[in-house]
T-cell receptor
């Protein structure tokens, strides 16, 4: 069966520091991968999605970036965090080709001080 | 992109009553409509989904109905229980790699 791992679970970072969140998927090949951000009490904002290695599409222009160095690895990064980057970051995967639901990781709660 | 309107934003029901959440959309190309449940501090989890060639689907106390002509779909929870309390998100897929989510409905089931 497929599983998705996301880490760390929680992170406290000072303003201006870098960020690296990692997500890996097991049990499937060539998945579509996604990064979402969820502000407290709000909905899901799609940040990036990827349909293959090295293929990244950005939904929202900001100081975040994403990379997919391997088929089942998706990384969210920032060179300099802003206060507004605080939130709950969720990685998700779906079957390549797009048939079926998205499945979410456990999320990373990021607090910027 | 595709807009998904979800109503109500909050819903409070008494235990045992039914709850209905409705979503409307505009893109007739959408063909897949999942519903997610998110408990506090947890990840969204798929609870039921429906495809455009089906009008209704039921799984125990949960059902989803789809009206493609009117472009709306609804989640129905019967005999609600306190553990049904959570935020529910509707979603749809306008393109094969894309999923659009509603803003969410916070359901509270009072014992």
């Amino acid at each position: 069966s497929q599983t998705i791992h996301q880490w760390p679970a929680t992170l406290v970072q000072p303003v201006g520091s870098p960020l690296s969140l990692e997500c890996t998927v097991e049990g499937t090949s060539n998945p579509n991968l996604y990064w979402y951000r969820q502000a407290a009490g709000r909905g899901l904002q799609l940040l990036f999605y990827s349909v293959g290695i090295g293929q990244i599409s950005s939904e929202v222009p900001q100081n975040l970036s994403a990379s997919r160095p391997q088929d089942r690895q998706f990384i969210l990064s920032s060179k300099k965090l802003l206060l507004s980057d605080s939130g709950f970051y969720l990685c998700a995967w779906s079957v390549g080709g797009g048939d079926g639901p998205q499945h979410f990781g456990d999320g990373t709660r990021l607090s910027i001080l | 992109g595709e807009n998904v309107e979800q109503h109500p934003s909050t819903l409070s029901v008494q235990e045992g009553d039914s709850a209905v959440i409705k979503c409307t959309y505009s893109d007739s190309a959408s063909n897949y409509f999942p519903w997610y449940k998110q408990e506090l501090g947890k990840r969204p989890q798929l609870i039921i989904d429906i495809r455009s060639n089906v009008g209704e689907k039921k799984d125990q106390r949960i059902a989803v109905t789809l009206n493609k002509t009117a472009k709306h779909f609804s989640l129905h929870i019967t005999e609600t229980q306190p553990e049904d309390s959570a935020v529910y998100f509707c979603a749809l897929r306008p393109l094969s790699y894309d999923m659009r989510f509603g803003a969410g409905t916070r359901l509270t089931v009072k014992p």
